[in-house]
């Protein structure tokens, strides 16, 4: 199985930049090893269970819950049975039909 991640956490009584903060996230997510991919509004993390997905929100927010009184999050999934590496073949199959996306 794939679960594939949309997820943005950061904590609202920072001010105007919380990349202090959301660095702190990233770094947890690499150290636990899944397949990630950063984005400017948001991470999409590829896990083989909805358990794993959850876990990671829970320590991201636990990353945060001792600097902040007020955590905005959002979370969208994509469960798919029988597939993995959806980051990349997703990606792959709108190259194979147009091209190189990334610039």
Known sequence: MSVLMN????PTDKGTSVSEYVSQI????????????????????ETATMKQALEIVQKAN????????????????DIQKGKN?????????????IGTVDK
């Open 85 to 97: 590496n959806r980051i990349e073949s997703k990606v792959k199959s709108i190259e194979n039909r």
């Open 26 to 45: 990233i770094d947890m997510i690499r150290s636990l090893g899944f397949n990630y991919k950063l984005s400017p509004m948001a991470t999409v993390i």
């Open 62 to 77: 636990d990353i945060l819950e001792p600097y902040s009184d007020r955590i905005y999050s959002t979370i969208t999934f």
């Open 7 to 10: 997820f943005a956490i950061f």
